[in-house]
Structure formats: structure tokens, C-alpha cells
């Protein structure tokens, strides 16, 4: 006889089989509907932008008993691309809605709906050990700061710095463009800004129309720009390129003290944060141990002893494991994570 917890593993399991860069941003979702004690559907979300897990699970269902989710159910929002799931149930009208995990961008509103059309809701938060979506997992953690990914590009010497505009080639920055749409915010600090100008957008990943030919994801997705976050005293001008981009929120926290600004970003509801700085803050985010991650993307190109590099020199990475590499068209990419 299957109980509430073994109907929410299965969900779970469906949640794992699916490839977490298929779904991205959105997290992995599944679902499982029981009838009389049965499983008379089952589903997850397979990828961005296509059905939720409960669309499909629900899918040809006019009756259900219980409705098991590893999330808690969307509704709407401004710029969302499918039906809302919390109506979807209520007209199904189940007993019973468990679910595993709220969701940060709902923060269980969609449970109290689902209560106040009668409907029995649990959570069980148990189900979410392994990082099913590290971001969810962080929010819901007793960490009070957003989950970190440091994106470093550098040349084979470990250099961040440069005579020339960039490092990378363009399959590696668009990989970072199509990185940076995961994420709620990009941090990044005065200095960076005042010396290399940068935009801070997701044009690759999400133009299709892009006026760069062959790169970004042509249209398969679309994704807006993440919210911009910058560290340091220092006195930005309105022309730089930065502030040119205008449908996104810029902040700037006129402190070093990076604790107070992510137990901020935290508390404002931001729950992932790809960090793009230089060497000192770089350094600062691995020693007080704030990075979940590090991406680094390596350029096939020696720098030499004049410039900078990515960390101080008296840092290692042995709290990372290296997870998963690809080679971009000549570059190298490497992912760790703090584990
Ligand atoms: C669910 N079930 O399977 C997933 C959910 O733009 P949309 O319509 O695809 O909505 C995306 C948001 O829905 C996403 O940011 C997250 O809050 C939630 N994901 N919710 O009920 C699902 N993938
Ligand atoms: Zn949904």
C-alpha cells in the first residue's frame, strides 16, 4: 500500500529524470494524481516554456482523490507562459493537495487558494534532501543569503584582466548569457563597472533576432534580464552601458560588508545570484564562504604576469568538487560546487 510519502517520491523521482538545463530557469516539477489509493496520473515539466508537471499529470483526469506535487502549484504572474496549476486543481477539486517544496516566487499564497476552496493542503518538506533545484533548496535552508554562483572568465594563466575587450570567445559568452537568465540577480562592483563598461544582459540568450548571427538559442526560449546589484562606494555616471538597459532593477549598496547585502537580497526575495567581479571581491566570496558555485570559462590564451588574476594567490578551491566541463569551440568551461 503506497502512503502520501511513497506518491511523493514518485513524483520527486519523475522531477529527477528530467534535465535540469531543459527546465531552466524554472525549476523541476513533478506530479502524481491517485484515484482510489491508484496513481491514475503522473508527469513533470520536461522543459522551459512547455507544460507544468501537473498539466500533464492532469491531463484527461475529471476526478481525482489526491494530487501529490514536489512544488507548490503557480498562478499567475506578470510574463508567465502557461495556465495557471492552481486553477487547474481547484477546478478538479481533489481531497487533498500534498506538496513538497513552496514555492519562493508564491511563498505558499497558492496553498492558502487552494485551502480556501476546501481543499485539504500538506507539505512535506522532507522530500527535498538532494538538490532537486539548488535555489529552492537554498531559500528554504536556514542560510539567510541567496544561492551564489561566481562566473570567472579568465586565460589559461588564471588572468580576468586583459589589453583586449574580451577573453572568452562567443560560444563561451553566450553560454554566460544563457547562465546569467537562471539567475533572480547579477551582483557586480563599481570597479568592474567603471572598467570594463559592461551591459549585463541576456541579448544572446534571449534575442532571437539577435544582431549577432549564430549565437543564443534562436528563439527556443525567451528570458528577461535579472536584476542588477552593485557593490562599492564609487560614483557610477548615468552613460555607462549598465544603465542603458532599462526593463530591470538596478541597486547599489555603497558597502564592502557583502553579509548585509545578501542577508538583503534574501530578505527582498531574491533567491540565486550569479556573481561577476574582479579579483578582491572574487577572493572575499570563496574565503567568507559564500559561493555555492564557481563556473569558470577558460580562453586558450597565456596573459602573462602584468595582469590579474581570477582569485588572490592564497586561495585554492578545496572545498569544490568539480561536477561537470565542456569544451566551447576552443574554450574550456568548468563547474564546480561547494560540497
Ligand atoms: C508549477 N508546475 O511544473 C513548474 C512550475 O512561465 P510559466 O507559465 O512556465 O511559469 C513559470 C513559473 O512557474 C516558474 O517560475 C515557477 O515559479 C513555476 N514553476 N510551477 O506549478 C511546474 N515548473
Ligand atoms: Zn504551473
Known amino acids: 500500500m503506497m502512503n502520501e510519502m511513497s506518491f511523493l517520491k514518485v513524483a520527486y523521482e519523475l522531477a529527477v529524470a528530467v534535465d535540469p538545463h531543459e527546465t531552466a530557469p524554472n525549476p523541476r516539477v513533478g506530479c502524481v494524481a491517485v484515484l482510489d489509493g491508484v496513481i491514475v496520473g503522473q508527469g513533470a515539466h520536461q522543459k522551459y516554456g512547455t507544460a507544468h508537471a501537473e498539466v500533464l499529470a ?7 482523490d489526491e494530487i501529490y506535487l514536489t512544488l507548490e502549484p503557480c498562478d499567475y504572474f506578470h510574463g508567465k507562459q502557461t495556465p495557471s496549476c492552481t486553477e487547474r486543481i481547484i477546478a478538479l477539486k481533489p481531497k487533498k ?43 528554504h535552508s536556514e ?21 583586449t575587450r574580451y577573453i572568452t570567445n562567443k560560444t ?64 557610477l555616471s548615468a552613460d555607462l552601458k549598465v544603465f542603458q538597459i532599462l526593463d530591470r532593477d538596478i541597486e547599489q549598496y555603497r558597502t564592502r560588508d557583502l553579509d548585509a547585502v545578501l ?38 590564451v597565456f596573459l602573462g604576469e602584468s595582469e590579474k588574476a581570477a582569485l588572490g594567490a592564497e586561495m585554492s578551491l578545496t572545498d569544490f568538487t568539480l561536477t561537470e566541463t565542456a569544451e566551447l569551440d576552443g574554450d574550456v568551461w568548468w563547474r564546480y560546487v561547494n560540497q
Open 172 to 235: 563561451s559568452r553566450t553560454k554566460v548569457h544563457e547562465l546569467r537568465s537562471r539567475y533572480s540577480a547579477l551582483l557586480t562592483s563599481t570597479e568592474t563597472i567603471l572598467q570594463d563598461d559592461p551591459r549585463l544582459d541576456v541579448r544572446w540568450a534571449a534575442n532571437p533576432g539577435s544582431t549577432e548571427p549564430g549565437f543564443g538559442e534562436q528563439g527556443t526560449r525567451s528570458c528577461s534580464n535579472p536584476s542588477i546589484v552593485i557593490v562599492g562606494e564609487r560614483v
Open 143 to 163: 542560510s539567510p543569503y541567496p544561492y551564489i554562483c561566481l562566473k570567472i572568465a579568465q586565460s589559461l594563466d588564471g588572468k580576468i584582466t586583459s589589453p
Open 58 to 64: 492532469l491531463r484527461d483526469l475529471e476526478r481525482v
Open 97 to 139: 493537495v500534498v506538496v513538497g517544496a513552496l514555492d519562493p516566487k508564491f511563498q505558499g499564497k497558492n496553498l492558502e487558494k487552494l485551502r480556501a476552496a476546501a481543499i485539504e493542503v500538506e507539505v512535506l518538506e522532507e522530500q527535498h534532501k538532494k538538490p532537486l533545484n539548488p535555489f529552492l533548496e537554498k531559500w
Open 263 to 300: 542577508r538583503d537580497l534574501k530578505a527582498k526575495g531574491i533567491d540565486s545570484v550569479l556573481v561577476e567581479v574582479g579579483q578582491t571581491l572574487n577572493t572575499e566570496f570563496v574565503k567568507q564562504g559564500f559561493a555555492d558555485e564557481i563556473q569558470i570559462f577558460t580562453a586558450p
